[in-house]
């Protein structure tokens, strides 16, 4: 009974909120559900039939979530999702209220739920997944999460816990990821990159701002025979022999997102779809019509330019969206840089951005947000012209202003400045 109260009053909760244009309501009616009861997302997953599959990794679990609904969609099977973004255990619940029905079924084939990196180990003590992907292990908050040593313990102490029933689908070219599947009872299934033949890739030296060069069995040194970003690549550990597993799907046809980190996204997506029997010509023909999500390389229109925003919340994600920019041959280009708590609180990150080896200096820079001097200040270390211009809408208008017909702007937000510029552009909030 309890169960469906809390179903009743958290969609009633959904549909207002929606009405009144004050959110998704994404996670109140979750939080209040496990108030009420705390099993509330164990008896309700445990009298269903439907698939657990869950997303977890610092960048992109957004792109690879929404990836796998459109190969289950083109697969014609029905699937629940948190398109909203809400990943902690009361996201869980709120999923879970808005699919169930009032008597508290749950009459999907796949429930597919990006996960918040610290709160996955809490989300495995109350499920037992079909699937968990997992993608890569960044810096990102440190003030919340952290190095990314901490993560991954965390995450190794999770997955000695699952069993047989679950299948993990890991990154082999992470290494902390590719660790995680070396003592667990889960099946094992890695993806990988084969070589990428491009300027910037085929490294063998990390770079400054690599996040996990040491060995995650032993601590010695990695010796990276080839480097695709960051701390990605083919490695092994000169002390103790770990090295990168054998990658089972290494490259498909077509890719729906430029950036390689993109790539690393669609390969996961594609080879949960082969464990699931979905062909990959499905999955090949549900990127050719992918639309991302919010904030992930979305193309919007703003006073009838266009814009393209590509959610950069660490060094990695950054350095990876100016590449992307760099290779789609930008020239306009605003960043917003704010300091609230989903962002975390310590920025001094920016300072681990490559953008001076990335961009052209001849670039159109504008900076904004909470934290805009200590952006300007970054770049003019970077010795780059640039517009400090605090207020967001202000910025965006400038900027706007400025383009040509057929040109774009391209908006590099962290979190909760991507949600701020998103409302200015569409005139409503997400979350």
């Known amino acids: 009974m309890v169960n469906k109260i809390s179903i009743l009053g958290g969609k009633t909760f959904i549909f207002l909120s929606s009405k009144f244009n004050l959110g998704s309501g994404s996670t109140w009616p979750g939080h209040i559900a496990l108030k009420l009861n705390p099993n509330f997302i164990k008896e309700t997953l445990g ?101 990314v040593d901490t993560i991954a313990r965390k995450w190794h102490s999770a997955m000695q816990n699952l069993n047989n029933k679950t299948c993990l689908i890991l990154n082999s070219d992470d290494p902390q990821i590719a660790y995680l599947g070396t003592k667990t009872q889960a099946k094992v299934a890695y993806f990988g990159l084969e070589k990428i033949q491009s300027a910037g890739y085929e490294q063998t030296k990390t770079k400054h701002g690599a996040d996990s060069t040491h060995c995650p069995k032993c601590n010695e040194k990695l010796k990276f025979l080839t480097i695709f970003f960051s701390h990605l690549g083919i490695w092994e550990c000169p002390k103790c022999k770990l090295k990168r597993p054998n990658p089972d799907l ?52 703003y006073k009838d330019k266009n814009v393209q925003i590509f959610l950069s919340k660490n060094p990695t994600s950054f350095n990876e969206s100016l590449e992307a920019i760099k290779e789609l041959k930008g020239e306009n280009l605003l960043i917003l840089l704010n300091d609230r708590i989903p962002d975390g609180l310590d920025v001094s990150w920016i300072w681990d951005i490559n953008i001076e080896e990335i961009l052209d200096k001849k670039i159109n820079v504008a900076v904004t947000g909470d934290r805009a001097y200590d952006m300007g200040l970054r770049l003019k270390y970077a010795e780059f012209f640039t517009h400090v211009i605090p207020d967001p809408e202000q910025a965006l208008d400038e900027m706007i202003n400025k383009l040509e017909d057929n040109e774009t702007l391209y908006i590099l937000p962290n979190y909760s400045a991507m949600l701020d510029i998103r409302k200015i552009i569409t005139g409503r909030k997400i979350l």
Request: a positive charge; aromatic letters at 8%.
């Open 250 to 301: 290494s490259n498909i046809p077509s890719y729906p997102l430029v950036g390689a980190y993109n790539k690393y996204n669609a390969l996961a997506t594609t080879l949960f779809g082969l464990k699931e029997n979905i062909t990959l010509k499905d999955s090949q023909n549900a990127f050719a019509s992918f639309t991302p999500a919010f904030g992930r390389q979305e193309k919007l229109t």
């Open 47 to 147: 009298s269903s039939k439907t698939k657990l599959v869950i997303v977890a990794g610092t960048n992109g679990k957004t792109t690879t979530a929404r990836l796998i609904t459109s190969i289950v969609r083109e697969a014609n099977k029905t699937y629940l999702q948190n398109k909203a973004g809400a990943n902690l255990v009361n996201g869980l619940a709120s999923t879970l209220i808005s699919g169930a029905t009032l008597s508290g079924n749950l009459n999907k084939d796949y429930l597919i739920f990006e996960a918040d990196e610290n709160a996955l180990p809490r989300i495995l003590e109350q499920t037992t997944p079909d699937y968990i992907v997992l993608l890569d292990l960044f810096r990102d908050q440190l003030d919340r999460y952290g190095e």
